[in-house]
């Protein structure tokens, strides 16, 4: 693309005012919804605590994940700082005119990590969230179910890998990813090869939002099995299925990419996509985090308890946490008394 030799009349349009301002407010929501994630595990341990029994933690494999989806999150949203800052949401003709191919190049290159921290993000979400719907079939027996949840977390995994590794590879030299146009009059342009970008990101779209779909759909035969009152079933299952709001997040930004990627204002089109990119996996890890965040009632209950001069109600220590007195009539008094509990 040729560099303007006059600064283009539109150049005071520019969306990145409004992208900052998403970015921001995705990165405060996600605080807030990690900072109560943890005092609702926190909770979880005092209320177990206060029970008989050997003392176990509350943390498990689904935390792990939510921490690397939340440091992942952190380094997307910083990566689109950068990436504004080089010129998103700027249109094509200012950026080059202000910093020419030089500033186009670094923009590519801010986009290119975007996209790396955002699957590795999304795939982390989903990690954690199957981790957490197998604590919640410990000890109730459903091998189906845990063989069903096996296979997903493996094709999740396996996703997520080859969606990273595509990114990271999907032009050979890699810095032909944000820098063709110099590879391709270098010495190594005979190397010079790239995937169809177009194609990959479309397909990665859809698969993100069936997969979403998959992770969030499967909690229904999860949870209807187990035998609590209908009111804790309902919130239960309501606190699960939130996560629809993932796969609608990930509808929307597939409905912006094929403009995007024929668009030669690249640099003004991407703008709302990463807007969506950002909200895509803030809102898997809110939705993630909703089922910790609700043992924060524990803190409330034991109150009252205290106030009462009741003490705490005595439960098994287990790294679960209590849902109320599920089984799913299946497992016998272990079932009842662990499987419950996630």
Not at 157 to 163: I, R, V
Not at 197 to 203: D, K, L, R, S, V
Not at 307 to 336: C, D, E, K, V
């Amino acid at each position: 693309m040729n560099i303007p030799n006059d600064l283009p009349p539109n150049a005071i349009e520019t969306q990145t005012s409004s992208a900052r301002i998403v970015t921001m407010s995705a990165c405060l929501v996600v605080s807030i919804a990690v900072f109560l994630r943890y005092v609702g595990r926190w909770a979880l341990q005092l209320h177990l605590n206060a029970g008989p029994g050997k003392r176990e933690g509350v943390y498990g494999l689904d935390d792990v994940f939510n921490v690397a989806a939340v440091l992942a999150f952190y380094g997307l949203a910083v990566a689109v700082f950068v990436a504004i800052h080089r010129g998103m949401g700027v249109h094509v003709e200012a950026v080059l005119y202000e910093r020419g191919q030089k500033g186009l190049t670094n923009l590519n290159q801010a986009i290119f990590v975007c996209a790396i921290f955002y699957n590795i993000t999304l795939g982390m979400i989903k990690l954690s969230v199957l981790s957490l719907y197998r604590r919640i079939l410990r000890g109730i027996a459903s091998h189906k179910m845990c063989t069903i949840l096996r296979a997903m977390f493996v094709i999740v995994a396996c996703n997520t890998m080859a969606n990273v590794l595509v990114v990271v590879f999907q032009c050979w030299p890699i810095e032909a990813t944000w820098d063709s146009r110099r590879i391709r009059n270098s010495s190594r342009a005979d190397r010079y090869r790239c995937v169809n970008i177009n194609a990959f990101y479309i397909g990665n779209s859809v698969t993100g939002m069936l997969t979403d779909a998959m992770v969030y759909l499967v909690s229904i035969p999860i949870v209807k099995p187990l035998q609590m009152d209908s009111r804790t079933k309902i919130q239960l299952l309501a606190t699960t299925l939130v996560g629809g709001l993932a796969v609608i997040t990930s509808a929307v930004r597939l409905g912006f990419l094929p403009k995007l990627l024929h668009d030669p204002d690249v640099t003004m089109a991407m703008a709302v996509p990463m807007d969506w990119s950002v909200i895509e996996p803030a809102v898997g890890i809110i939705v993630s985090s909703m089922p910790a965040i609700r043992a924060i009632r524990f803190l409330r209950r034991q109150e009252e308890n205290n106030s009462h001069g009741l003490g705490a109600i005595s439960r098994p220590a287990t790294n679960h946490i209590p849902l109320g007195n599920a089984s799913n009539g299946t497992g016998g008094g272990r079932a009842g008394g662990e499987g419950g509990r996630i």
